[in-house]
């Protein structure tokens, strides 16, 4: 289900998949699929990620982590729409 996404800004450049994956995992959610965005000459991570997850309970548990601190840094944790994630692939 395409609607079942979050987008992530101001991450640690520091945290890689697994690190987001792991982090949402134990807020409760089950991850389908992290898709970190990096720098194409680098591989350096941007700083923002799309996260789907397996069902909108784990969306809303997501979303709990806006204005969070993790890793350090102040998450903005947003609900991705359908247009979005046809408008990212």
């Known amino acids: 289900n395409d609607a079942c996404g ?11 998949e697994k690190d987001i994956t792991h982090y949402f995992e134990q807020e409760g959610c089950k991850v389908q699929r992290v898709d970190l965005k990096r720098m194409p000459d680098t591989g350096r991570s941007r700083g923002f990620a799309f996260i789907e997850f ?36």
Do not use: F
Not at 62 to 89: F, K, Y
């Open 54 to 89: 397996e069902g909108e309970a784990d969306v809303e548990r997501a979303l709990e982590a806006n204005n969070r601190d993790v890793w350090g840094r102040t998450v903005i944790v947003s609900r991705l729409l359908p247009h979005d994630s046809q408008r990212r692939r």
């Open 6 to 16: 979050i987008h992530v800004k101001n991450l640690s450049y520091e945290m890689e």
